[in-house]
């Protein structure tokens, strides 16, 4: 059993869903704590110590995405997963940009549960994106998670720069999104379906064109993954 009695809150207002997933917890070894309304789960939250948060997205008093941002302006290592509607893509994608580590869509199996707790809890304190590298221009910060160009500056989650990290140590070859998963996710079962590599890929993208206006060095490689295209100033 990986992460035994890791502190784990649970925010979701559906009582089957919580309960269940109390229970699911307790059984795996976990010590699971729940609420089903968004205020109690944000006090909660900052006023407790706890391993790993699941967070639904709808809830009374307070949505998911607001408590997330909250929790990151205080506790900006909280793992934090969030509970979405399956399909809702737009739900994963604004759960990212609060600053969720990861999401799991409505319904789901008890299997990719817990790979999915087990592999952000695995990842706790183990943050690959530490380093600071420069990539043509742009001087990555894992100590203060921004990107910097010049005079402008980006704003980088935790994730995003492990990401950069990872491809930067292996920029001789294309990554896989299945390496990807199991190296930087720390997922003990890459075959799970998940767009969760896309979506960081596409925001990271994003920011890097925010910068310098494209994003040349950050390829997708149709059907393989993706690999960083380093110019001469890199390091």
């Known amino acids: 059993m990986k992460n035994p009695k890791a502190n784990i809150l649970i925010v979701e207002d559906d009582p089957a869903i ?3 997933l109390l229970d699911v917890l307790v059984f795996n070894g976990y010590q699971p704590d729940g609420c089903a309304d968004g205020g109690e789960g944000l ?3 900052l006023d407790n110590r706890f391993d790993l948060i699941l ?6 008093t307070m949505d998911g995405f607001s408590i997330c941002r909250q929790i990151r302006k205080k506790k900006p290592d909280q793992p934090v997963i969030m509970l979405t509607a399956k399909g809702a893509e737009t739900d994963i994608i604004a759960g990212f940009k609060s600053g969720a580590d990861d999401y799991i869509s409505k319904p789901f199996s008890l299997q990719e549960l817990m790979v999915r707790i087990e592999a952000v809890l695995r ?3 183990k943050n690959l994106g530490d380093d600071q590298v420069t990539i043509q221009g ?3 910060d894992g100590s203060n998670l921004n990107a ?3 005079e402008t500056k980006t ?3 935790r994730r995003e720069m492990d990401i950069i990290v990872y491809l930067h140590r292996h920029n001789s070859r294309i990554v896989s999104k299945k390496e990807l998963l199991l190296k930087v996710w720390n997922y003990s079962d890459a075959d799970i379906e998940t767009r969760t590599v896309d979506i960081h890929i596409q925001k990271l993208r994003k920011k ?3 910068l310098i206006g494209e994003a040349p060095f950050l390829l997708t490689i149709r059907g393989e993954g993706y690999r960083l295209e380093l110019g001469g100033e890199s390091h």
Do not use: C, H, Q
């Open 18 to 20: 919580l309960n269940g």
């Open 43 to 45: 006090a909660k939250a």
């Open 55 to 60: 967070l639904d997205v709808m809830l009374p």
């Open 123 to 125: 990842r706790s304190g």
């Open 138 to 140: 742009i001087f990555f």
């Open 148 to 150: 910097v160009y010049g």
């Open 155 to 157: 704003e980088l989650t």
């Open 208 to 210: 890097i064109t925010s």
